[in-house]
């Protein structure tokens, strides 16, 4: 069974949800292969193994350790002209797309992004879906040439347990001159709160710019909190500076695909909607009747969101009793 | 020093875009622009030459014969000069063909600084900037929401708000950056831009000019495939109801219904 190369995602050592989906996807291409760079793959290694990785290449150099884009490009190369690799699976991050774009021209491989499922064909080669054109569309296509180079996004599929005892390698990597060309000056952690992340979330209740101030997102939170979801933002309301940008849900911003979308307050711009409309259900409150989201919605209520989500709060409480 | 701009042709992303039957855009069936998210690039180099930095900025563009509206519109917000890539054989390329002939340009003409936009908005791959900086072998400074040039000490700073934190990266000159809609409200075209524009040089090559092989762009070259395209069917619209003073327990059965509560 071909061996395919997962990236993994993570911090000192904590792996990120995207990557058990990644080793979860890479099951039903050949044998999973985790590539864990930077310090604490110790503390990793047990939750590697527990989603399937038959091995762990470790790379702990000090140029990873700022997990700067080359250094990954140069170690995932190697890695790749040793271990001769069925496919290599990167998350749909910014940093992962990157590695993936220079590791694609350094590989002479073909580049697939986004992809938001894969299946393997009759000889176990990785055929992918894409959701296109503000997901207007969806494509499967496949890599004709060298190792498949794929971005997945995060909540492609749910992660499944299969445990393994991973062999751990550790790899020496030589790394190229432009490795160390770009520098991270300073690095803010944003502060996660308890709700859940944006990509990750069943439900997302988002506020647009019907909510009228930084202050009165504490109904979309309440809202949020009741059906513990994650907190989405349209554009306006985030440059409007109400919610932070990390939240914004949209073309430009956060791409999700809950089970439940709420919007409320917000009208369906186009590029709202190519954030968001692959959601299962999706739920409108908009005072403007005409307002394009009702367009997409499987319910909605034409009417005042002051006046309606507390009622929904409320209720659902009730209903819980 | 001399600036690149990467503006790209593609079709308005606010009408009902299609596929052909070999699965490539359909062209003809809307109108294409300049991609909206170019125009940041466009405004990120004009407020660069603007802010002291002394740079000649020029746009280059790779695609069929109108992608030159795509450069003349950028020209009329600002800018000296353009070059547009066009050729037969550079049709279906994937993103790594059309890095090639983009790079292989951007070396003929020299640089210092690529700029480019987060993404398109038709593949919105988001993937072509740093396929240009390993083509041309320097750093890639990317999705920067701000953006400072140092032509004195060669650098590039910018801040990039990603997934888990906000960071501030820097890379040395040459470098390539792309930048995203939050770095600046991009100017409209004056009528006296728009008439200074036609009077520009636009340079168009080819690929013979590029020194790159046939065989080595388009879609006999590219190394990803469509197998299938399916218009997602359109949502149905569903139950809208108007708020009467209920609206909020009308909402909650309905949530109730579907297992949400
Ligand atoms: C290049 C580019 C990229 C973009 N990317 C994104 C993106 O990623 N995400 C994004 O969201 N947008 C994006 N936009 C912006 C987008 O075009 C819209 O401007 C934006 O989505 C509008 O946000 P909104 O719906 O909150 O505001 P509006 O369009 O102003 O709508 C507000 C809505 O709230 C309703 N309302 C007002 N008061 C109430 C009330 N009390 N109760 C109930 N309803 C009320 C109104 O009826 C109206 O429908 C982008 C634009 C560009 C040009
Ligand atoms: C729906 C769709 C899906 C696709 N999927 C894939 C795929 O999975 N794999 C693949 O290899 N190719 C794919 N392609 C082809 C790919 O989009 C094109 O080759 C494209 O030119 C490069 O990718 P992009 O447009 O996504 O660019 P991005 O990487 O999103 O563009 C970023 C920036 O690069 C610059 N730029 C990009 N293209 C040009 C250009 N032609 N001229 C000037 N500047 C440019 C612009 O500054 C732009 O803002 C797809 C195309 C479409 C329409």
């Keep these: 069974m071909a061996e395919i190369l997962v990236l993994v995602d993570h911090v000192d050592g904590t792996v990120r949800k995207p990557t058990l989906e990644l080793l979860t996807l890479a099951r039903r291409l050949g044998e999973p292969s985790a590539v864990f760079l ?8 047990d939750v590697l193994g527990t989603y399937g990785a038959q091995k762990v290449y470790v790379v702990d150099a000090p140029e990873v350790a700022e997990h700067l884009v080359t250094p990954a490009v140069d170690a995932l190369a190697q890695i790749a002209a040793s271990s001769g690799p069925g496919a290599v699976l990167l998350p749909s991050s910014l940093d992962g797309k990157e590695t993936a774009a220079r590791l694609a ?21 990785p055929v992918t879906e894409q959701s296109v054109f503000a997901a207007t569309y969806q494509v499967t296509a496949h890599v004709t040439e060298g190792v498949p180079v794929i971005t997945v996004k ?31 000056l300073s690095r803010t952690p944003r502060v996660g709160g308890d709700r859940p992340e944006l990509t990750e979330a069943d439900v997302v209740v988002s506020g647009g710019r019907g909510v009228n101030g930084a202050e009165n997102f504490a109904i979309i939170e309440a809202l949020a909190d009741s059906l513990g979801a994650a907190v989405g933002a349209s554009r306006a309301a985030v440059d409007a500076g109400w919610y932070p940008h990390s939240h914004q849900v949209g073309q430009t911003g956060t791409q999700v695909s809950p089970q439940l979308y709420v919007a409320a307050g917000i009208s369906g711009a186009i590029q709202h909607r190519a954030g968001m409309q692959t959601s299962k259900t999706i739920v409108a409150v908009n005072k403007d009747a005409d307002a394009p989201i009702f367009e997409l919605a499987d319910y909605g209520v034409v009417g005042d969101l002051f006046k309606v989500l ?5 209720e659902i409480d009730r209903r819980r009793g | 020093m001399k600036i690149v701009v990467c503006v790209k042709h593609v079709p308005d992303a606010t009408a009902d875009r299609t596929f052909t039957e070999d699965g490539t855009t359909d062209r003809d069936a809307v109108d294409s622009v300049l991609s909206e998210l170019d125009e940041y690039a466009v405004e990120q180099a004009l407020r660069l030459t603007e802010s002291g930095v002394d740079a000649e900025v020029t746009y280059l563009t790779v695609g069929p014969d109108d992608a030159k509206d795509a450069l003349r519109k950028s020209l009329a917000m600002g800018g000296d000069r353009a070059i547009h890539v066009s050729d037969d054989d550079i049709r279906g390329s994937d993103a790594l063909g059309t890095s090639l002939v983009l790079a292989k340009a951007i070396e003929r003409h020299g640089f210092d600084l690529v700029v480019c936009g987060m993404a398109s908005t038709d593949g919105s791959m988001g993937v072509v900037p740093a396929m240009l900086a390993e083509r041309l072998g320097v750093p890639a400074v990317t999705h920067l929401d701000e953006l400072a040039v140092s032509a004195e000490d060669g650098s590039v700073t910018g801040r990039r708000e990603g997934e888990s934190a906000t960071v501030r990266i820097q890379g040395t000159l040459p470098a390539v950056v792309s930048v995203t809609d939050r770095s600046g409200d991009a100017r409209y075209p004056s009528f006296k831009g728009i008439m200074a524009a036609k009077k520009k040089p ?5 690929l013979t000019d590029l020194d790159i092989e046939p065989e080595w762009t388009g879609g006999s070259a590219a190394r990803s495939a469509v197998d299938t395209t399916a218009k997602r069917p359109p949502r149905t619209k569903g139950e809208i109801v108007a708020d009467e003073g209920a609206g909020g327990v009308g909402l909650a059965a309905f949530l109730t219904a579907k297992k949400f509560v």
């Design chain 1, 310 to 314: 507390p009622q929904l709060v409320e």
């Design chain 2, 202 to 206: 636009v340079e168009t090559l080819d």
């Design chain 1, 154 to 184: 995060p909540n492609a599929t749910a992660p499944e347990p299969a445990p393994a005892t991973p062999v751990v390698e550790k790899v020496d990597v030589t790394f190229g001159p432009t490795a160390t060309a770009t520098r991270v």
């Design chain 1, 38 to 45: 930077g310090p604490g793959a110790d503390a990793a290694t």
């Design chain 1, 105 to 125: 021209v350094r590989l002479e491989s073909g580049l697939i992004t986004d992809a938001v499922d894969i299946t393997a064909d009759q000889d176990g080669r």
